[in-house]
């Protein structure tokens, strides 16, 4: 009788024992899946934010790089704007077979003409270096307009303008509130208006071509 009573008493604790062990270890592995899901919940979470950031970072630099950043930055860009601008007009002044697109790019020589003598008195004036041509993007965009024709190039050199002239009120509003040096800031808010015209102009006559 006493040994039935321990023998049963004994299997009762091991399988208490059993069933505690078993439960630990339903425990832990439970335990360990959820530090892997939030783990993992973390990584793409991380994932995203950098992948946001890297996004928010180019459309910044891009903005940065329309806008001008230095004001020595703004007058190299300015400069060979304005070159190509005068280059295009004596262009577009013989090739062009709009009469409204030859009287605008002979507006070109005029203003731009204008405007580059200006920035060259103030880059002397400051000791600043301007660069002597267009870079090679402008270049590219002569050598390709020189190979158009009638209506082809009138449609090209009107494009042409007004994604310039978009770039250039931009560039140039933004050095009117913000530029440092003092006759520079002068000089972007004198030129604004001129070059606002010449936006209005030829997005006029890009709606008329249409």
Known sequence: M????FYAAAMAALTAFAVACGTTSVNVNTSNMANRTANAANSVSNTMANAGNAVANTVSNAASSITGGSDTGFVSEAAIGGMAEVELGKMASTKAANAEVKKFAQMMVTDHTNANNELKALAQKKGWTL??????????????LRS????????AYVEEMVDDHEEDVAAFENKAK??????????AEKTLPTLRKHLDAIKAIQAKMK
């Open 2 to 5: 006493n040994r039935s009573i």
């Open 131 to 144: 660069p002597a041509e267009p870079d090679s993007s402008h270049k590219a965009t002569m050598d390709d």
């Open 148 to 155: 158009r024709v009638g209506a082809d190039f009138d449609k």
């Open 178 to 187: 913000n530029a440092t040096d003092p006759d520079l800031k002068a000089f």
